[in-house]
């Protein structure tokens, strides 16, 4: 926890120093600069928003007679970088990053400084980003900064499906949901099994059941300090001030229980912490010590050698060494079961096995049929004269 507290104080500090560098600047006649946003400018005075901690604004009104000079940032620089950040995301599952961006945020600002120097890397940028969108409305998807087609997606629906879902997985981790990050591992481990991203998406769901741990003893340890407090009050309330309090508390456990029907609901295992439910956050203890425990199970399986075997034994088919391939996927099929690869290798062995099967019985076959014999052309008789 604290050293998440601290990453994140070191990315407010960092947020902090990119605003204050493209700030606008209110020099003092003391000497004294004030960096941030000029909101307003009067004939008298001067309005300007401006941090005071890395987290914390204020606004304050000098007087011309105070300042002695005013640099501002211009107008289409402030709404330039207003628009955010262009560069398509690693990972785009759907349109959200591009919609704003096309349908709001570029035309706004072309249609509102025609003369900005930004102009023209922005129609670019606008022309690149309606291809990108119209390539994801089409289905196709970008993982890991690699576009899939949606031709190469129908062509293995399966490992495609899977890392599409992984990818997910991981976006919703990084904007720390563990909750939904590990809901949708519940979908990768129930529709793709065997697929190849399930070794890194189960270390992936590890670290999200220890963060939603660290999360949920935070709120139990709260849940028991509040607890206490109702407790002493309503034994210090009058009867009828102890039953309203009683009646509210009731109230909250039934909220909380119509709140875990709605969000298991669709067969979710996981779920939120609701911090006023004391028996929803013991189902939730005992649900992540479960898991923990069947992760664990599964993360000794031996999954990467399975995939390391798989694949060289895919090559051996491609090279035609059948009796090589037999064999190894044999330990393809013991070092992890439940690879999708061990049974595309094994219709593929058999369609093999079979041809060249048909193949050596019909070599057989016409090596079998006896020659006919080749008939000699009859002799010609000379006339004599």
């Known amino acids: ?124 940028d606008l022309h690149t980003l309606k291809e990108e969108r119209s390539r994801v409305r089409c289905g196709d998807r970008r993982i890991n900064g690699v576009w899939i087609t949606a031709a190469q997606i129908a062509a293995d629906p399966y490992q495609s499906g899977a890392k599409i879902k992984f990818s997910e997985m991981k976006e919703l981790a990084t904007t720390n949901d563990c909750v939904s990050s590990l809901q949708s591992y519940e979908l990768l481990e129930k529709e793709f099994p065997g697929a190849e991203v399930m070794p890194d998406a189960i270390a992936l769901a590890q670290t999200q059941i220890d963060q939603l741990q660290d999360k949920l003893a935070i709120a139990k340890a709260n849940f028991e300090i509040i607890d206490k407090r109702r407790q002493k009050t309503i034994a210090l309330a009058p009867a009828d001030q102890a039953r309203e309090i009683k009646n509210a508390l009731q109230n909250e456990k039934l909220e909380a229980a119509n709140a875990l029907a709605t969000a298991t609901a669709d067969g979710s295992k996981f779920f939120p912490i609701f911090q006023n439910s004391k028996e929803s956050m013991d189902a939730l203890q005992t649900l992540i010590t479960d898991e923990k425990t069947r992760l664990t199970v599964l993360q000794k399986l031996q999954m990467t050698e399975g995939l390391a075997a798989a694949s060289q034994c895919a090559r051996l088919l491609s090279e035609g060494k059948l009796k090589e391939a037999q064999d190894l996927l044999a330990q393809c099929q013991t070092l992890w079961p439940a690879n999708i690869e061990n049974t595309r290798m094994k219709l593929r062995l058999d369609d093999l096995v079979k041809s060249q099967a048909a193949a050596a019985a019909a070599a057989a076959q016409t090596a079998a049929v006896p020659k006919k014999p080749t008939s000699s052309p009859t002799p010609i008789t000379p006339v004599n004269p």
Do not use: W
Request: proline share 4%; glycine share 4%.
């Open 1 to 124: 926890m604290e050293r998440m507290n601290f990453t994140l104080l070191c990315l407010l500090i960092v947020v902090f120093a990119a605003v204050t560098l493209r700030a606008d600047l209110i020099t003092l006649k003391d000497g004294r600069e004030i960096k941030g946003e000029i909101l307003s400018e009067t004939p008298d005075s001067v309005l300007i928003e401006y941090y005071v901690t890395p987290t914390i604004k204020d606004q304050k009104v000098y007087s011309r007679d105070e300042i002695a000079q005013i640099a501002a940032i211009p107008a289409d620089e402030k709404a330039f970088l207003a628009i955010g950040n262009l560069t398509t995301p690693d990972t785009v599952l759907d349109t959200a990053f591009y919609d704003q961006l096309i349908d709001k945020k570029i035309p706004e600002f072309l249609g509102n400084y025609r003369y900005s120097k930004h102009i023209a890397e922005l129609r670019e």
